[in-house]
């Protein structure tokens, strides 16, 4: 319109803000406002609907205040009286279009909604201030006028328009319904913003000068500093034809609508930015490491790894203890499967896990364990939420607890599915052996002291002589005394050994279960909170394209 104003938009550009600024909502969902998720919605339809509209048509209203003389000025711009000029106010009812050239509009006019309409010839040779083809100008309803469907109207059809010139006049140039409520509404659209001061006849030059310096102020306040500011007179015909030519310049560009379209889309994409934050925090290793440790207490693993431990103890006991009392440890109940966790292979569906079939026989979480939880929760929560606007943090938190008792199931279906068996140390059939072949030493022995005996008690014992010995003692008292004394020492040593196997054994069994902890926190928490998180991503990056359009 006469003075540079950036980079031109291109089709393509408008095309991918308007899918970004559609993908932004989509992904933001709840946690954007309803009312400017609904009016970015809009703007996503009207590109898509302006565009798809055939030609290269141009349309400008002229808006402004009762008694501004819009009507004037637009008849003054079409060259005949069309619209309708008078005393009584307000006069403009509903919109009129001044249409230029030969291209078919009446598919853009139906869009915008504008009945009215004039067919303006112009000059052959196009005229001094060059051609008008492809303008439609509206002369627009009094946007404070006394009736509301005036006002509803006019504001109806400013949504659609591609260039705004505000028509103002001496009177009512700071009225605050204009600045407020339109011009500093529409601040990111200054490229496509016009401000007319009319019917300077009633000014000196100086009060001229002076009424448009401080209408560019209120301008800047408004957020739009540069603003084209004309000054005009229909009864002078003053600054007429440089509006003319502005409005010439306007559109042999044709990027009048691109242009104000962008600025839809980058209006509506910077009040959903403002909405999320500008970065995501992420799940930190201290907070899930908070969270696997109490899960850890809810499902029980402490109870799991401690009757893993007195069952390796069991069954070493068992197996290398000494022959004459390992029937004793037989008949002790067997810690893994009082909790029946003594399968080898355990399958649970999501069914089964919620019957008494498919559960374990742990106890139930302590209130602190379950305290314990909730605080893990809210705390890994309140990290991953951190510096998030309130909806988000309350999806994250939201999505930190899992609903019901499924965390419950999980957790109890994680313990079950986990194998608590591995292989037997390779010291356990040696130690074993080795009791068999002392007991067997301590029975020969006894026996053949027995034998002694009762050939003694039958005076007999003259025929078979005395028992070998060794050294001084007699070999069969060796052999019960040594048989007898080597396995309980060796049973000592076992028991020994088995506690160290015990510690071992339930750590092991502590990282397997704490695993399958994990991979539950990860399903049931860890997952859908990085989920919102991402979605907050994918919301800031798809409304940070659309608003840099």
């Known amino acids: 319109m006469g003075s540079s104003r950036g980079a031109v938009v291109s089709p393509e550009q408008l095309a991918a803000a308007a899918a970004s600024l559609g993908a932004g909502v989509d992904a933001g969902g709840e946690q954007l406002p309803e009312v400017e998720r609904d009016m970015a ?15 290269g048509h141009t349309v400008v209203a002229l808006a402004g205040a009762t008694g501004s003389g819009k009507s004037s000025l637009f008849n003054a711009l079409v060259g005949s009286p ?13 919109p009129v279009a001044a249409i230029w050239g030969d291209e078919p509009v009446g598919e853009l006019l139906d869009w915008v909604g504008v009945g009215a309409r004039h067919h303006v010839e112009a000059p052959q040779d196009g005229g001094p201030l060059g051609s008008l083809d492809g303008l439609v100008l509206l002369d627009l309803p009094d946007f404070d006028s006394r009736e509301v469907d005036h006002r509803v109207e006019a504001e ?41 001061l009319n019917q300077i006849d009633r000014l000196t030059p100086a009060e001229v000068e002076q009424c448009r310096a401080d209408l560019v102020r209120l301008m ?4 739009v500093p540069r603003a084209t500011v004309l000054a005009t007179s229909v009864t002078t015909g003053a600054g007429v034809d440089e509006l003319r030519q502005r409005l010439a310049n306007a559109v042999a560009g044709r990027t009048m609508a691109r242009t104000r379209l962008a600025g839809d889309v980058r209006a509506a994409a910077r009040v959903l930015r403002a909405h999320v934050a500008e970065e995501e925090p992420r799940v930190d290793a201290p907070a899930r490491e908070e969270l696997l440790d109490a899960l850890a207490r809810s499902a029980g693993v402490p109870t799991v790894v401690q009757a893993v431990e007195r069952d390796y103890r069991m069954e070493a006991a068992a197996r290398t203890g000494w022959p004459f009392t390992r029937w004793v440890h037989r008949l002790r109940p067997r810690p893994l499967r009082r909790l029946r966790l003594d399968g080898k292979d355990i399958r649970v569906s999501d069914a089964d896990v919620r019957s008494v079939l498919g559960r374990s026989s742990l106890p139930p979480p302590t209130p602190a364990a379950r305290a314990a939880v909730d605080l893990a929760t ?11 606007p309130t909806p988000w943090a309350e999806a994250v938190e939201h999505a930190a607890s899992p609903p019901g008792a499924s965390l419950g199931d999980a957790l109890d279906q994680a313990v079950v599915g986990t194998s608590l068996h591995a292989r037997s140390p390779v010291w356990w059939p040696v130690v074993g052996v080795a009791q068999l072949l002392l007991a067997v030493t301590a029975v020969v022995g006894l026996l053949w002291l027995a034998l002694y005996v009762l050939l003694g008690w039958f005076q007999l014992d003259a025929i078979v002589g005395d028992p070998p010995t060794w050294g001084v003692l007699p070999i069969p008292l060796v052999l019960l005394v040594g048989g007898v004394l080597g396995g309980l020492f060796l049973a000592l040593v076992s028991r020994w050994l088995a506690r160290i196997g015990a510690r071992r054994r339930g750590r092991v069994m502590d990282r397997r279960l704490r695993a399958s902890i994990d991979a539950v926190a990860e399903a049931e928490i860890i997952v859908p909170v990085e989920l919102v998180l991402e979605r907050h991503g994918a919301t800031r990056v798809a409304l940070t394209r659309a608003a840099d359009v």
């Not at 809210?378 to 998030?388: F, N, V």
């Open 41 to 55: 919605r809009a703007v996503v339809a009207k590109v898509e609907e302006r565009t798809a509209l055939v030609g």
């Open 82 to 94: 069309v619209a309708t000029v008078g005393v009584r106010r307000p006069t403009t009812s509903t």
């Open 156 to 196: 109806r059809v400013l949504e659609l328009v591609d260039l705004f010139v505000w028509v103002t006049d001496p009177q009512k140039y700071a009225d605050s319904r204009l600045h407020d409520d339109y011009v500093a509404a529409l601040a990111t659209h200054e490229a496509v913003t016009m401000v007319v």
């Open 220 to 223: 800047e306040r408004d957020g």
């Open 378 to 388: 809210r705390r890994l929560a309140d990290r991953a939420g951190r510096d998030l």
